[in-house]
T-cell receptor, first 112, second 113 residues
Framework: GEDVEQSLFLSVREGDSSVINCTYT??????LYWYKQEPGAGLQLLTY?????DMKQDQRLTVLLNKKDKHLSLRIADTQTGDSAIYFCASSANQAGTALIFGKGTTLSVSS | DVKVTQSSRYLVKRTGEKVFLECVQD?????MFWYRQDPGLGLRLIYFSYDVKMKEKGDIPEGYSVSREKKERFSLILESASTNQTSMYLC????????????FGNGTRLTVT
């Protein structure tokens, strides 16, 4: 079946940039999402990108998409301790009535 | 803002009990989903519903059933709870359109003893 893969852990120092990577297999993936999950909470949508875009920037967040390699990344500039969380990448085909496919999540740990 | 509400944050049940997990959304979304989340396994789709009274099996439907009698409510049922169903359960909803993101509830942490 279709798959989304992420590295499981990332550790950075406060003030550094964090880059979380994701690869997906479904060539029909039209929308790619990044979600954040803080301890004990549900998933919160951070940002998303349409497959005909290469980059999207939203304040401290930059999403880069390499459609040829099916590679997605999320860069967090000036990482803060409040950014410590699990980050999930997800893909969706442009088709109603279907479910998103999620990666296993990357745990970001920010030390001061 | 979309609100997805799961009726319980924490539940403790005994093996063999019938368990109901309730989820309500207030944005008239057609699609609703149940996932379970386990360490190292990420989110796994149990069931989803694309409309009232419609349901589709996800990746791990065994041991679960669902009910969607009203558009705003999607229930997950554990017919006979087992210890391997101890997990975090997440409900989500979205508009029935391919570019629409999922909106999640805060989750229900179920412990089966």
């Amino acid at each position: 079946g279709e798959d989304v893969e992420q590295s499981l852990f990332l550790s950075v120092r406060e003030g550094d940039s964090s880059v979380i990577n994701c690869t997906y297999t479904d060539s029909s993936s039209t929308y790619l999402y990044w979600y954040k999950q803080e301890p004990g909470a549900g998933l919160q949508l951070l940002t998303y990108i349409f497959s005909n875009m290469d980059m999207k920037q939203d304040q401290r967040l930059t999403v880069l998409l390499n459609k040829k390699d099916k590679h997605l990344s999320l860069r967090i500039a000036d990482t803060q301790t409040g950014d410590s969380a699990i980050y999930f990448c997800a893909s969706s085909a442009n088709q109603a009535g279907t479910a998103l496919i999620f990666g296993k999540g990357t745990t970001l740990s920010v030390s001061s | 803002d979309v609100k997805v509400t799961q009726s319980s944050r924490y539940l403790v049940k005994r093996t063999g009990e019938k368990v109901f997990l309730e989820c309500v959304q207030d944005m008239d979304h057609e699609n609703m989903f149940w996932y379970r989340q386990d360490p190292g396994l990420g989110l796994r789709l149990i069931y989803f519903s694309y409309d009232v009274k419609m349901k589709e099996k996800g990746d791990i439907p065994e041991g679960y059933s669902v009910s969607r009698e009203k558009k705003e409510r999607f229930s997950l049922i554990l017919e006979s709870a087992s210890t391997n169903q101890t997990s975090m359960y997440l409900c989500a909803s979205r508009i029935d359109r391919g570019d629409s993101p999922l909106h999640f509830g805060n989750g229900t942490r179920l412990t089966v003893t």
